[in-house]
């Protein structure tokens, strides 16, 4: 084995040279840490001897002898391979914690709620804190159902565009309503086929307590859809293809479908 002082004295010129990466810069660290604690007491095992001269070169003649004659210096690395290795190591530590936590708060969610396991939230245009400000919507993320109701893809129902009713293209009461009420659904795609989109959620018409069941607007969320800043029910009003529809807070007027006579 070098002497302590010696190893030391490399170990600080490996240091200063730079060109390490950040494991092999803690190694030394440690190592030099090592040898100043313990002196000439100091063992290392045959990985650390190999590791050790990897970092700040190959031993003086005649100085270190492998302790196993089947033991083999290892061939050197990429450092750049090496950093990678570490930093993967660290982001699997991170991401198993983070796991663990989830994990942890489902379990307690489950058994301090009585079964109910509370998965946390998720962003939603539904949430109550959204009602009332317009929200940016993409094309992507809803689908149009007929003439005055889109469906959120994260929805299992949909959602009423209020302030005007088209007719119905699904089920309509006679030809003539399924004809435009068609046209209407064309059109609202249309019109958001390529459109800067917003959508603003509005609390929908209904008793208090039964908004988002069954009893209130068959269990439908309401809001307002805005195609480059227009309102898309104002603009199907005015192209024929639907009529104004003005509810109170808690209730509506009767439907109005005028498309039948």
């Not at 991401?95 to 109910?116: D, E, H, M, P, T």
């Not at 069954?214 to 009529?243: K, P, T």
């Not at 104004?244 to 039948?260: D, E, I, Q, Y």
């Amino acid at each position: 084995m070098e002497p302590e002082d010696d190893l030391k004295s490399r170990i600080e010129a490996a240091l200063v040279r730079g060109h390490l990466s950040q494991w092999q810069r803690q190694f030394l660290l440690d190592m030099r840490d090592r040898l100043v604690k313990y002196g000439p007491r100091t063992r290392l095992s045959a990985k650390q001897w190999a590791k050790l001269y990897e970092a700040i070169g190959p031993a003086h003649p005649g100085t270190y002898k492998p302790p196993s004659p089947r033991w083999r210096p290892r061939r050197w690395r990429n450092p750049l391979v090496r950093e990678v290795r570490y930093l993967a190591g660290r982001f699997v530590r991170t991401f198993g914690i983070a796991l663990a936590l989830v994990v942890g708060s489902l379990i307690y969610s489950f058994v301090v709620k009585g079964g109910q396991i509370t998965w946390p939230s998720m962003p939603s245009f539904a949430r109550s804190d959204a009602a009332g400000y317009r929200v940016p919507l993409a094309r992507t993320q809803f689908t149009v159902t007929d003439g005055d109701t889109i469906r959120l893809n994260s929805s299992a129902k949909g959602t009423r565009l209020v302030g005007f009713n088209a007719p119905e293209s699904i089920e309509p009461r006679c030809d003539s309503e399924g004809n435009l009420g068609r046209r209407a659904k064309a059109r609202l795609k249309e019109l958001v086929a390529a459109a800067k989109l917003e959508l603003k959620m509005v609390p929908c018409s209904c008793p208090a307590g039964t908004e988002g069941t069954d009893r209130c607007n068959y269990g439908r969320s309401c809001g307002s859809l805005f195609a480059d800043g227009q309102d898309v029910g104002d603009i199907l009003v005015s192209e024929g293809l639907a009529v104004p529809f003005a509810c109170g807070s808690t209730s509506c007027p009767p439907t109005p479908r005028p498309w039948c006579g």
